[in-house]
């Protein structure tokens, strides 16, 4: 039976997931559970695009990356593929009216990071919409569940939750993408010579995002309000973290958020949602 198939592929997906995130995973968990999957099929698919261009680097990636892309628009279109992650994917690509403009663009962006050392202000914007934005907006699609108006009226907002949380990745990873794949994201900056003000000033933008992504997980549906709102909280931890250290040491060290703290973190928030404080 078909339905066996969908639903196996789909707990792939989740395995990816849980294995992968655990900060990811326990915001899912809090979603209203029609949700769990889909967003878990989202997940699966971005993440093994990650691991072609970050991960597979004794095989020629470029050629890889090739081969998922086709097989990606050919599962969507097909609405069936033996690999269990595209099946997956393609299924809440096409139950929740998934733009392809968006499975184009973060392609786009894992494609750019094949060769990227460097980034420009327009390429830097355009890399952060494909690699981050667009997964954000992905979610809301299946968040809002056909609701083009509240889609349309929430962009704004998922777009800055998406870009908040790729810069964050971007200061903790500094180490990695510098040292071991040699990228540098943030436009103009010298890791060589990495200071305060530099450093200051990319915490500044981050934190606008932040501060605009908050406005629109107020509006968001009660059932996956909290899910949203919990990574905010978990990103937010993660960047005053980071704030709080001095730019040697982000270069020279990946900063993570403590098990025992992530788990105050969300008792933290489910008090608070409890009382109808988000």
């Known amino acids: 039976?078909?339905?066996?198939?969908?639903?196996?592929?789909?707990?792939c997906s989740k395995l990816i997931t849980n294995r992968y995130s655990t900060s990811f995973s326990l915001g899912i968990s809090t979603l209203n559970?029609?949700?769990?999957?889909?967003?878990?099929a989202i997940y699966g698919f971005v993440r093994l695009a990650d691991e072609i261009v970050d991960t597979f680097l004794d095989h020629d990636k470029e050629t890889l990356l090739n081969r998922f892309e086709a097989d990606t628009y050919e599962a969507i279109e097909r609405k069936l593929?033996?690999?269990?992650v595209l099946h997956a994917f393609q299924l809440a690509v096409n139950e929740f009216k998934i733009d392809h403009e968006l499975?184009?663009?973060?392609?786009?962006?894992?494609?750019?990071?094949?060769?990227?050392?460097?980034?420009?202000d327009d390429t830097y914007d355009e890399y952060i919409y494909g690699s981050a934005e667009v997964v954000g907006l992905m979610c809301l699609r299946v968040f809002l569940d056909g609701d083009q108006q509240r889609y349309e009226e929430l962009k704004p907002s998922g777009r800055k939750l998406g870009a908040a949380f790729q810069k964050v990745n971007f200061l903790r990873d500094m180490k990695s993408d510098f040292q071991e794949r040699g990228r540098v994201y943030f436009p103009g900056a010298d890791f060589k010579q990495f200071g305060p003000d530099t450093k200051a000033a990319i915490e500044a933008d981050i934190a606008q995002d932040f501060r605009e992504a908050y406005i629109g997980i107020k509006q968001l549906p009660d059932g996956v309000r909290l899910g949203v709102y919990l990574a905010y909280v978990y990103y937010l931890a993660?960047?005053?973290?980071?704030?709080?250290?001095?730019?040697?040491?982000?270069?020279n060290e990946r900063?993570?958020?403590?098990?025992?703290?992530?788990?105050?973190?969300?008792?933290?928030?489910?008090?608070k949602s409890a009382l109808r404080l988000i």
Do not use: G, Q
């Open 1 to 11: 039976m078909i339905s066996l198939y969908d639903k196996t592929t789909l707990e």
């Open 33 to 40: 559970k029609r949700y769990h999957l889909p967003i878990c």
């Open 81 to 84: 593929s033996l690999n269990p």
């Open 103 to 120: 499975i184009a663009a973060f392609l786009h962006s894992m494609r750019m990071d094949l060769n990227l050392t460097s980034c420009t």
């Open 238 to 251: 993660l960047f005053r973290k980071i704030k709080s250290m001095p730019p040697a040491r982000i270069l």
């Open 255 to 271: 900063i993570r958020v403590p098990d025992a703290e992530k788990a105050w973190l969300l008792l933290a928030v489910r008090c």
